[in-house]
Structure formats: C-alpha cells, structure tokens
C-alpha cells in the first residue's frame, strides 16, 4: 500500500467513526441503525481490501502496513456486518490513528500501542495484532517532513488529535502554525479595512460586505497554510472561500466608490 492509497483508506474509517461517533465520543443509538445505514461502509472496505492493496507506482509504507491495515479493513467490515456499532466505530477510530502513523508521523508507535490499541484490546476483549505488535514496536517512525497535503477528505476538516500531537511532537513549529494562522486571518480583515479607509479613503456601509468577505478570504488562506500539517479542507471548500471573498471584497469596494 502507498501513502496516496492509505489516505483514501483513512477517509474511509473517518467516515465510519463519523457515522457511529458523530462529533463526540458518544456513539450513536444502534437502534435506528439499518441495514441501508452501514452498506455503504461494507460495500467501501470491500473495494479498499480488493483495489488498494495493489500496486499503483508510488512509495509503499512500511512492510507491516499491508498486513495490519488489512486485518482492520476485515475486522471493520465484520463489525459492520453484525452490527456491532462501538467495536466498528472504535476500530475505524484505531485505524485513522495508525495510518496516521503510518503516513504523517505525529504520534510514536509506542504511544500508539499505549493509548490506542491496548484500550481497545480490554474494552472488547480481543487480541488485534498481537502477532504484528513486536515487529511494529522495533521499527521506528519515519523521519518528520513538512510538506503540504492536498489529499482529498470529505466531511472532515481536521485530523483526530493532530492539535495536540503536533504541539506534543513539534512544539516550536505548533506555535509558528498558530501565529502564522491569526496573522493570515486578522491580517486579512485588517488590511481590507486599511486599505479601503486609508487609501481609497472610503466609508460606506456597503464596507461591511467587505469585511466579510475578507473574513472567509483569511479562512481560505488558512486553510491552505494547514495543508502543511494534513488539515487541509479540501478543494470545494477552499476555493469557494477564496474565490467569494475575493468577490465580496471586490464589490464592496466597488460599491462604496
């Protein structure tokens, strides 16, 4: 499996913990679960087992991540198919972490086996890679690189945890982010507002619209500043930010002359 092909599984499991978990930790009612409810989800881990094993011409992960990706495609799908809704909604759950692992490196593996994988053990009482544990506790992560990732996400705009495994790994570069991400926000309205006042030199309420636009203009710069650390919103989002602040900043500025 290569990283691209492990993103796209990752979405699949965010999808399933979201639709078991919603946004909390809280597991939705299995009463008005359905069979139609959780096809979708079997249908994808079937097609994720079948295609995204095979080759495709990048990068593969480490050695170990065939092997153990697969068994949480196959107990997911299980878990789906029996209905069981915590033991799908935490596997899915253990799976965005450790492609996470896997693929951008915040989270050791021993803290991964420590706080993810064991919990999960007791709480259902199973044995998930226990074979896989030693050998995947002697490698170590890959080496930390800052590249952007526009990889594709739908219905998520951040990553479990990353906020808190970012600061934790990567303190320095966690308050950089911060700053740089209120900067490109604030620095966004701001600069509308002198630019409009002090350089046009208008005042017109129609400046209000401007300032909106301005607003959504920084959250789309930012979003594109968070693609560096994997929380990226996606492309729909982002662009209908930037291009509708653009716009918004635009005409109020036409108005009011």
Known sequence: MTEKQALSLKDIFFRIKQFYYGVSDKP??????????????IAAL????ETLFLPDGGKPLDDDADGMLRTLCTETRTALVEKNVRLAGDLASLGVRLIGVYTFPYMKRSDFVRKCLIPLREKHEISLFAKEEQAFLKKSNRP?????????REGRYYEDDADEALKLAHPVLYALFVVLGVLLFAGSIVGFGLFAGLVLGVSSPWLILGYFGAAALGVGLYSLLMSFVHQYMGHTLTLLLVISGALAVLLSLLLAL
């Open 144 to 152: 930390f690189r800052l590249s952007p990732s526009f990889a594709p």
């Open 28 to 41: 939705l009612s299995a009463a008005n679960l359905t069979a139609g409810d959780s096809a979708e989800y």
């Open 46 to 49: 079937k097609t994720a087992e």
